[in-house]
Structure formats: C-alpha cells, structure tokens
C-alpha cells in the first residue's frame, strides 16, 4: 500500500476540524461582542468631545450661557441637535445660547483632588503591599487582604456618604474631603499590585541578599522593590485613573465650584463632576462642557498611561 | 593543622575545650550533629552527622529531591527563611553552636556565605556595587575602604583582570561565568570563614565551569568550602572528601540520607555502601 498523508487521517479527522472551526469563530465572535462598546464608547467620546475642543476651552474657567450675538455663528457640536431640545426653525439661530466657557477648573480640579490622593495614598499602599508579600502570613495579613478586597468592590456612592457623614458634615464641602474619599477606592489597588508584582520578584535575588546576612527590610527596599518598580508603577497609574475618573464620591464631597480654584479647604470642580453636572443642563449649548470634559479625562488618563508604559519600557530597556 | 586521625595517632593536640567539637589550628571546621530539617510537618532528610574539615573541598553529591540543598541551607540557617520550616539538631561553627538560643542567624550568614546556581546578580546596578553590596550594608562607607574591598575581592574571584576598567558598568553585561564569579566577590567581600555552594557550575558552559573549579581550588586555602553538585567529574577533580546523598528505594517515605562520608578518592575507588557503588556507576540517579 503506498503510504499517504491524506489517507492517514484517522477516523474523527472531520469531526474534530469542525469543531475546531466553530470554536475559532465563537471566540472571534466573543472577543468582538467585548470590545465593540468600549471602541463604541470611546470612539464616540474622541469625536464628539474632540470636536468641542478649542484652545479656549481648555484655558476658561465655567462662563454662564450667553445669548448669541446677531450673525455669529454658533460653534455648537454634532450633538447639540441630538440631545433632545428640538430647535423650532421660527425661533432662528440667533436665539440660542453660546458656552464660551471652558473646563480649565475642572482639569486643575482633578490634578489636585487625585494628586493629593496619591500623595497619601502611595506610601500606605506601598508599605502594605510590602507586608503582604514580604512577611509571613499571619491572621493580620489575611485582614488586610480580604478588607483590601471588599474595598475593590465597595461602591464608590458608599465611600462618598461616609466622607460626608464624617467629614464634610462638620467641615463643609472641600477638596481635601474629596481626596481622602479617593484615598479609600485607590488604596487596594496600589496594595494589590503591589504585593503581586513583589511576589513576581525570583526567590533567587532574596536569597542572595539573605546570604549576605541581609536584613529583611534591607532586602525589600534596595533589591527586591526595585525589582518590582514597573509594574508598581503600573499600579499606581491604575490607581490614579481609578481616582481621577471617579463621580459618586465627589458629588458629596468636592461638590463642584465654578470657578478655577487651588484652595483643597474649600469645594473644587473636577472633570467627572463636569460631565455629571452639564449632561442634563437646560442650555444643550451647555453640553460641550460634558463631552469636552469627558474628551480631556479621557486624554488625561489614556496620556498618563501611555507615559507611564514608555518611561517604565525605557528603564527596562536600560536595566535588563 | 590538627586533625583527628593525628589526635588518635597520638600525637600531642592542640589544647581542645572540653565538649565541644576539635578545634584546628587554621580554618574554620563545621560539624554537624543530628540534623534534620522540616518543611512543615514534613521530614526532609534523616538525622545527617557530617564533619567539614577546615580549608579542605566537600563535595555533597546524590540524585535530585535528596536533600543536598536542604542540608547545605541548614549550614548557614538560610533554611528557616523558607515559610513553616524548622530545623532539629545542631551545626557547630568551631566551637560555636550556629542554632544557640541568642544567635543572630543573620551574623551566622556573615561567616558561612553561600554562591547559588543562579548568580542573582543584580543587573541594573554596576558590578562595582554588586561586590560592594555586603560591606555597605554592615557600615563601611569610606570610599577608600570600599575601593580596596572590590578590588580584593574581585582578584580573589579572578574577576579583576577581566572586569578591572568597567567596574561601573552594569553587571548584567556579563558572561554567565563573570556573572558566577561576580557573586563569589561579592560573598568574598564580607569576608566568610566558610562558602557553600548549591550547583554554582549547573547553567554553565565547560570552559566557565572549569573557570570556577580553578577558582575554587585557589580558594581552598584560606576558606573551607562546600559544594553541592550533580557533575561526579566535578567532585572528584576538585574535592577533598565527598559525602553521598541517596533515597532509599525501598523505604516508602522518599526521605534523603547521608548514606556515606569520605575522601573522595576513597568513595569514588573504593565506596563502602552498595548504594553509593550503584550511584556512581550510574546505576540509579
Ligand atoms: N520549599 C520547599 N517546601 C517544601 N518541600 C521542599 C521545599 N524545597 C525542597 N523540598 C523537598 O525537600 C526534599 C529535598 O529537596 P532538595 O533539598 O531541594 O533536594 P536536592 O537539592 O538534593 O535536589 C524534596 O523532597 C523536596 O520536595
Ligand atoms: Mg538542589
């Protein structure tokens, strides 16, 4: 019999290329399904928002709607007609409002409110994060894991009612309230990394320090989290976008202020808040505000990542 | 050099303290009484009894999951860093019990140092500061006195020569070999009484490891060394005695023994315990 590579094909050879087929095409079909809304989603975001951009926009503080003057042309965006306030022909187009504001407070307002957020935040997490991966397991570690846990998955509305319970109610409305509410939704994630990319660190490397009679400490933080320094950078970039996207808490506690402000004792706007607060404003010219916002948190988290990758691929390039 | 075949010659000792181990006149000896680790509730190996004689080679040799790494981690307490281990019995370091009450294992880890089949080099910083990693950490921040340290160190390890105009380059440039060598003169720098080494020539290529050996017999002098290896070639070119490690066949609980101890010529001519015999004519392992 002459031998044939075709003719071996052993007996469920179809039955299996079939099903290997139709896996393939599930999959595809999944993948697809997921990441259709977040392309949707920010597609949607980059153009509409982008079109709202103007160099003035992102250097004025909130201007009150003003009437638009006789024949300027009102540089609405392709969602002002969308957005529900029908515009009656007979009314003409000079009758409608123009924003001529920006979201310069909103932006100052979210680098503060996160920054200082992370300014508190980085240390705890770090030096927890430490604890858990670097110190035997006992019942403290096993607390502050699962309370780190519970924590990823709080609702964030939650943390902001207890900020204003605890804080703002006997304080006022500030941007300091607004940090510290952060502070409770980014630490876990800080922690967590942390203690994961510690834990990514070979044995080999502490063994040898150990052998040099090494303290422990000594250890972790001249060889072991240095080690480990991209991918905690990583964690904390997570963190900040976490932060710097977050609503629910700052409703509460930042509240919002209209004008461009530095004091963190007093309410501060942010760009969350800026979308939240203009989405449903009666002046649809107003809306640009919401998706302008959106467009610049987006860019401002999307930068801060892209940042982050590039510096931390550049050190692993110069330290490997 | 007192040793105890001379003592029971009859020769005239060196004034011995009572109880403790025999003490030599140059080097440092350990002797290891009823030791076992645990890793948990798990035995790792049965009771080793063991004398290392000062600045001579031991080699430990025997098949994989024996328990060469374990015993030799006892030696200088790295064992208990690994999480719910423990160890029974006693190490003495010349007259000293390394597992006393009141004993910093981390001053124990400054006389025994130990050299790993991985260098664990660290590659971001300069091999300068690899070497000079020990002495910084116990205090020495006078740059003259580092300086002279690496520099030491490094021609103890034969690393000098090859290393000596780009001290501030970053150790990952490297061969494997200099990385292996790196990590003997950065153990050096601490000045040891004793070295172990688990495998140091297991990722290494021919002519790096016999590098290694030269450098291992030059050592022998001034330090007492202990090598754990799976290359027999190896333990018979450079050691002065080799104790064999086996898992009983027919035991059913896989737990290692030191099953003989011996000059090396001695075990590999002439081995005393039939499993040694299978092992080294590569019967089993
Ligand atoms: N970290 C550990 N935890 C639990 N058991 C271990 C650990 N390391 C080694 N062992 C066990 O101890 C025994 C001896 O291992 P090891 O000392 O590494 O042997 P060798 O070095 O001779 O190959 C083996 O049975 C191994 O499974
Ligand atoms: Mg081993």
């Known amino acids: 019999m002459i031998s044939s590579v075709k003719a071996s094909a052993p007996r469920n050879y179809r039955q299996t290329t079939t099903i290997n087929l139709t896996m393939q095409t599930l999959l595809v079909v999944a993948t697809l399904l997921a990441v259709a809304p977040l392309l949707w989603i920010t597609g949607y975001v980059l153009v509409v928002g982008g079109s709202a951009l103007k160099l003035s926009f992102l250097t004025k503080d909130y201007e009150a709607p003003e009437l638009a003057t006789e024949g300027e042309v009102i540089e609405g965006f392709p969602g002002v007609e969308h957005q529900g306030f029908e515009r009656d022909e007979r009314d003409g187009p000079n009758l409608d409002f123009v924003a001529r504001g920006g979201v310069l407070h909103g932006i100052v307002g979210t680098m503060i409110i996160t920054g200082l957020a992370l300014i508190i935040v980085v240390p705890i997490g770090l030096m927890a994060g430490v604890f858990l991966a670097e110190y035997p397991d006992t019942w403290v570690t096993v607390v502050v894991r699962f309370a780190c846990d519970v924590l990823t998955g709080a609702p964030s509305i939650v943390v902001g009612v207890v900020a204003y319970v605890l804080l703002v109610r006997h304080l006022g409305f500030s941007a300091l309230a607004g940090s510290l509410a952060l502070t409770f939704l980014m630490v876990p994630t800080i922690t967590r990394t942390t203690e994961e990319m510690l834990k990514l660190v070979p044995m080999t490397i502490r063994d040898a320090a150990t052998a040099l009679g090494s303290p422990l400490w000594y250890a972790t933080f001249t060889v072991v989290l240095p080690a480990a320094l991209p991918g905690i950078v990583t964690g904390v970039m997570l963190a900040f976008a976490r932060g710097a996207g977050e609503t629910a808490p700052l409703i509460l506690t930042a509240f919002g202020n209209h004008t461009l402000s530095f004091d963190v004792f007093g309410p501060m706007h942010a760009l969350p808040l800026i979308v939240y607060r203009f989405t449903d404003s009666p002046f649809p010219s107003e809306h640009t505000y919401a998706w302008g916002g959106a467009f610049v948190l987006t860019m401002i988290v999307l930068g801060a990542n892209i940042l982050v990758r590039v510096v931390t691929a550049y050190t692993q390039v110069k330290g490997r | ?285």
Request: aromatic content about 4%; proline content about 6%.
């Open chain 2, 1 to 285: 050099m007192v040793s105890v075949v001379s003592v029971m010659n009859g020769e005239q000792p060196a004034k011995q303290p009572a109880a403790a181990p025999v003490g030599h006149a140059r080097g440092h000896s350990l002797t290891v009484r009823n030791l076992v680790p645990f890793y948990g509730k798990r035995q790792a190996v049965r009771p080793v009894n063991l004398d290392i004689p000062p600045c001579q080679i031991t080699a430990i040799i025997g098949p994989s999951g024996c328990g060469k790494s374990t015993m030799l981690r006892c030696l200088n307490r790295m064992h208990e860093m690994v999480a719910q281990a423990r160890v029974e019995g006693t190490v003495w370091l010349d007259h000293e019990d390394i597992y006393a009450a009141g004993v910093d294992p981390r001053l124990v880890r400054r006389k025994i140092g130990m050299v790993f089949q991985h260098p664990a080099v660290l590659h971001t910083r300069s091999i300068y500061e690899n070497v000079a990693i020990g002495p910084r950490m116990s205090g020495i921040t006078r740059r003259r006195e580092l300086d002279d340290l690496v520099e030491h160190s490094l021609h103890q390890a034969a690393l000098w020569h090859e290393v000596q105009d780009r001290l501030k380059h970053p150790a990952r440039m490297l061969s494997g070999g200099q990385q292996q060598r790196l990590s003997i003169a950065r153990t050096l720098a601490i000045a040891p009484d004793v070295i172990l080494f688990d495998e140091p020539c297991a990722a290494l290529d021919p002519i790096a490891t016999s590098k290694i050996e030269e450098l291992l017999v030059a050592l022998r002098s001034d330090y007492t060394l202990v090598i754990v290896t799976h290359n027999l070639q190896q333990a018979v070119r450079i050691s002065d005695r080799t104790a064999v490690f086996m898992i009983d066949r027919d035991a059913k609980d896989y737990i290692g023994s030191l099953v003989e101890v011996n000059d090396t010529a001695e075990v590999f001519s002439n081995p005393q315990d039939p499993r040694t015999q299978d092992y080294i004519s590569g019967r089993v392992g």
